[in-house]
């Protein structure tokens, strides 16, 4: 635990001026990032008496080791710098939504020269146009097939669409009128965007001209005696107002609006939000986050307008955002929020009529959202923490393991032997450290020798990161901020990191702010790679568990010894009987069946297992699709495909000489050369057999039987 004193900037270093801070940790781990109009004012609430903090904020400056920090011209550009560092460094003592499902969108692939209506989850695409998020798939798919009647556009994955226009036999539902089956050409590429135009039009709200206008058209077949016309019209306009009955209107005067409503006790928040387009909620999602910072209703107000808009433009930034309480600078996230929409924006807090009876249904799931979620215990805050302790207790550690790694070892009867590290924070994945190994060391099967390689490999690399940087060798940790031309250059009260140091000057007055968007952000001290990316291995685990007993647990053991580590605590997991084994002794640990301790070990565990079964049978895969001609440099897979295309299989290319090899259109004689080396030192292929009958099975490529 760090006593903040010893990090505290100087008196009249820190500038009165607009900007964003960060702590980091002995480590050098961003652990908290925010935003202040004064850094001088907030940055000196950090450093009063501990007493006097929030428990979460004094949980927070102990754990820092140095605070830097970064001016900015306005509090919009710090606005937007607060959230650029949230998502690259993903700071533990910040506010984090996570989404309590993953939700559907009803998303059209305008992209595609002949675009499709589709359910999409996950992350968005550029050129597809989203309508949603719904609470179901099934909502979408039967909104879609009440409007597939009058806009039948292609809903039809590729590889059916290829093999309908291959064929030249449209698919069900052109037959049945619920596509325009481009596939075989009976409307050209410029009709069927019309009609995907048209869908997007719908589904946007411009709802009442297009029924209007087919009400008018139905009036007129009628008029002209076009009767199975016109009822093909009217149960076209029966069909539009089935779908939209399934979103009722809202808001009478047609309001596109996003309402976003809290509901929040001591630890643990819920957010809600509703997507109001032409005044019908068009999608409705839910966010639950741990309260890890001291933040009150408007805090958690803003950061969930950061993360619902950070990378949102144009018209997914709604006209007006109704919120229960306005953030801390509300002019400045306003304008933030103009500049991701191109337009003006109103935020504001609604006062009576349909919008505040809308605001109270929100708050209504926001507040079932917390409840539901209260329930379950892997996402609970108390329970992980609680679940921390009992390890420690277990193990005899002298601090919860907040960084927990696992690995495992995976092969198939000793083939691609490869192995994983998952890591878990707070008793949560972070996936975006996970790694995977192949043992180079040996071949064969050996849980223990794979398990000894891969710990040391694991470990060399995090002493030879922090022999190189010297980023973490002990002494006081620097104060200030790293420099950079966008703040304050520090002066150092202890020895600071070298590459940190470079081009450093004696402490002088801050340099003018500038524009975030213009000015190179602080110099990262956070370890990386040289083309910018978090370097793989840069932090060491409280704890460091393997999947087995005490073979695996020795050999992890006397990896690190060899190595000189000895602050890293080493635990087993073994699947039998659940025991957790601890190096050196002879009698496991035995964690009673209900331990929430035990459960976190499983889950972690468990992730690493299939984490590493998915990468050894993803070699497996392609070990088993390879080619000898995968072996040949400079031979890319068009050329690839033009070889086998022109021969029909390999084993009638082995038979080709180079001359016929260089009939083949873009292969010259030097990789004709090349090919024929190459598949000639390939050895062939056993033949397969009949186990019934003995007889040696004809191949694909048309070989003799006998």
Known sequence: ???????????????????????????????????????????????????????????????????????????????????????????????????????????????????????MRGAKKKGVRYFGPY?????????????????????????????????????????????????????????????????????????????????KDMMAAAEEM???????????????KRAMEKSAVVLADATDADLIAVAEDELEAAVQIFHVRGGRVRGQRGWVTDKVENVDTSGLVEHALQQLYGEETGDSVPKEVLVPALPEDPEAVSQWLAGRRGAQVSLRIPQRGDKKDLMATVQRNAQQALGLHKTKRASDLTTRSRALEEIAEALGLDTAPLRIECFDISHLQGEDVVASMVVFEDGLARKGEYRRFQIKGFEGQDDVRSMH????????????????????????????????????????????????????????????????????????????????????????????????????????????????????????????LEEVWLPDDDDPVVLPRSSEGLYLLQRVRDEAHRFAITYQRAKRA????????????????????????????????????????????????RTAESVAVALAASAPAAPAVNTATGEIMEDDDGGSTT
């Open 1 to 119: 635990m760090a006593d903040p004193s010893s990090y505290r900037p100087k008196p009249g270093q820190i500038p009165d001026s607009p900007g964003v801070y960060k702590f980091r940790d002995e480590h050098r781990r961003v652990i908290y990032v925010g935003k202040a109009k004064s850094l001088r004012q907030r940055l000196a609430n950090y450093f009063q008496d501990l007493s006097g903090l929030h428990p979460r904020t004094r949980t927070m400056v102990t754990t820092a080791a140095s605070v830097e920090w970064t001016v900015v011209s306005t509090e919009v550009e710090a606005l937007q710098l607060e959230y650029s560092w949230i998502k690259e460094f993903d700071p533990r003592f910040n506010v984090k939504y996570r989404d309590d499902k993953s939700y559907p969108y009803l998303a059209v692939t305008l992209n595609e020269e002949f675009p499709r209506v589709q359910v």
């Open 135 to 215: 609470g179901h798939a099934w909502a979408i798919r039967e909104t879609v097939d009440l409007m597939l009647r009058v806009f039948p556009v292609r809903t039809c994955s590729a590889g059916v669409f290829k093999n309908a226009a291959r064929t030249g036999r449209p698919c069900l539902l052109g037959y049945i009128g619920k596509c325009s089956a481009p596939c075989v050409g009976r409307v050209t590429p410029e009709e069927h965007r019309e009609l995907a135009d048209d869908f997007c039009d719908f589904m946007a709200g411009r709802t009442g001209t297009y029924i209007r206008r087919l009400e």
């Open 226 to 240: 076009e009767y199975e016309r016109a009822a093909r019209l009217r149960d076209d306009v029966e069909a539009l």
């Open 453 to 576: 390689e891969v710990i040391s490999r694991r470990f060399r690399r995090y002493l030879a990161e922090k022999e190189r940087t010297g980023e973490w060798e002990e002494g006081p940790a620097a104060t200030g901020p790293v420099p950079a031309a966008s703040g304050p250059v520090p002066a150092a009260s202890g020895p600071v990191p070298a590459d940190a140091m470079a081009g450093a000057v004696p402490a002088a007055p801050p340099v003018p702010a500038v524009p975030a968007a213009l000015a190179p952000p602080v110099e990262s001290a956070e370890p990386r790679e040289d083309d910018g990316r978090p370097k793989r291995f840069a932090y060491p685990p409280q704890l460091l568990v393997v999947d087995g007993g005490q073979p695996q647990v020795a050999a992890a053991k006397r990896a690190l010894d060899e190595l000189g580590i000895d602050d890293i605590a080493v635990c087993g997991l073994a699947k039998r």
């Open 622 to 669: 392609k070990r088993v699709r390879s080619s000898p001609l995968d072996t040949i440099a400079g031979l890319g897979d068009t050329r690839k495909q033009a070889l086998i295309k022109h021969f029909g299989s390999v084993k009638k290319l082995k038979q080709a000489t180079i001359d016929e090899i260089c009939e083949v259109p873009g292969i010259g004689r």
